[in-house]
């Protein structure tokens, strides 16, 4: 099984900043086969990138994508209110599918 | 508009069965492969279990092996997660999810709202 774990778990900044996620696995996670998902309160998670790079239909290009192998980030520029959310990465290169832990991204 | 509208959840005790279900609208439901993911409170997503667009393969999570059955019905474009032999630890929010590739489950681009489990005496 392949684990992932996303830091920092949880990150707090204002709107209009810039963030940057983490998410490193033990071992490579070959094809780039990760994806990057947000949740709000109450909601089901939301796709946002998938092939570690490739932003989703309708997803604002302040979400970018970049890592192969072991490391991945997720980045997230000029923070909007409604960005401020869990996010959690996903690998899909084995068949036992497996997911970090999550970084919470607050308002500061 | 594709929807996924998971049911079947509820209060169980520690033993117990039930099966959960997921009906499906807006896209080829045999062209895709379908996944259960579910998330204890204030918890991270654990993919439990997920079968390929035929049906005829299926993957779990090592927690769950041996007392889930994932299976579809593509008469009624229904995906199911029967659960035996529950434990307090699979309390959680059980989402349904579609997967972009047919044959195993790639990234999710799809969710149902989820079903709350509570196993509980």
């Known amino acids: 099984e392949i684990v992932l774990t996303q830091s920092p778990d949880t990150l707090s900044l204002s709107p209009g900043e810039g963030a940057t996620l983490f998410c490193r696995a033990s071992?490579?996670?070959?094809?780039?086969?990760l994806a990057w998902y947000q949740q709000k309160p109450g909601q089901a998670p939301k796709l946002l990138i998938s092939?570690?790079?490739s932003r989703v239909t309708g997803i604002p290009d302040r979400f970018d994508g970049r890592g192969s192998g072991t490391d991945f980030t997720l980045t997230i520029s000029n923070l909007e209110p409604e960005d401020f959310a869990v996010y959690f990465c996903?690998?899909?290169?084995?068949?036992?599918?497996?997911f970090g832990q999550g970084t919470k991204l607050e308002i500061k | 508009e594709v929807q996924l509208l998971e049911s079947g959840g509820g209060l169980v005790q520690p033993g117990g069965s039930l099966r959960l279900s997921c009906a499906t609208s807006?896209?080829?439901?045999?062209?895709?492969?379908m996944a259960w993911v579910r998330q204890a409170p204030g918890k991270g997503l654990e993919c439990v279990a997920w079968?390929?667009?035929?049906?005829?393969?299926?993957e779990y999570a090592d927690s769950v092996k041996g007392r889930f059955t994932v299976s579809r019905d593509k008469s009624k474009n229904t995906v199911y997660l029967q659960m035996n032999s529950l434990r307090v630890e699979d309390t959680a929010v059980y989402y349904c999810?579609?997967?972009?590739?047919?044959?195993?489950?790639?990234?999710?681009?799809?969710w149902g709202q989820g079903t709350l489990l509570t196993v509980s005496s």
């Open positions: 999810a579609k997967s972009v590739s047919p044959a195993w489950v790639t990234s999710l681009d799809h």
């Open positions: 079968v390929s667009h035929t049906g005829s393969g299926t």
């Open positions: 071992q490579p996670v070959g094809r780039n086969y």
């Open positions: 092939g570690a790079s």
């Open positions: 807006g896209f080829t439901f045999s062209t895709y492969a």
């Open positions: 996903q690998q899909y290169d084995t068949s036992q599918v497996t």
